[in-house]
């Protein structure tokens, strides 16, 4: 079982850059597949990076190029940077685990989310 809990959200303007921290207590995240996933305000959940310890970080089409996911299992930390923020990154952001086995979801944990809100 892991906690996780998301900081680094905030008001910031067009064109800067935040970096999001996900603190993960309880396991360690090379054991899971991270994730990332933000909710825009109106729209549903969507995935935008995924990382894995000793892996390649997959992206959305939408945010490659833009969004750099990275994690360090020492300190049990996941992190995404975004770039170049636009009005359109505006929205809740999560950290996600998931545990799989033989490539099923077996366990599942959510942060609660940090804000992100970008001005034009």
């Known amino acids: 079982q892991v906690e996780l809990v998301e900081s680094g959200g905030g008001l910031v303007e067009s064109g800067g850059t935040l970096r999001l921290s996900c603190a993960a207590n309880?396991?360690?995240?090379?054991?899971?597949?991270m994730g990332w996933y933000r909710q825009r305000p109106g729209k549903g959940r969507e995935l935008v990076a995924t990382?894995?310890?000793?892996?390649?970080?997959t992206y959305a089409e939408s945010v490659r190029g833009k969004f750099v996911v990275s994690g360090d299992s020492a300190k049990n930390m996941l992190y995404l940077q975004i770039n170049n923020l636009s009005p359109e990154d505006t929205a809740l952001y999560y950290c996600?685990?998931?545990?799989?086995?033989?490539?099923?979801?077996?366990?599942?944990?959510w942060g609660q989310g940090t804000q992100v809100t970008v001005s034009s």
């Open positions: 309880g396991s360690n995240i090379s054991i899971y597949t």
């Open positions: 990382f894995r310890d000793r892996g390649w970080p």
């Open positions: 996600n685990a998931k545990f799989l086995v033989l490539g099923t979801v077996r366990n599942e944990y």
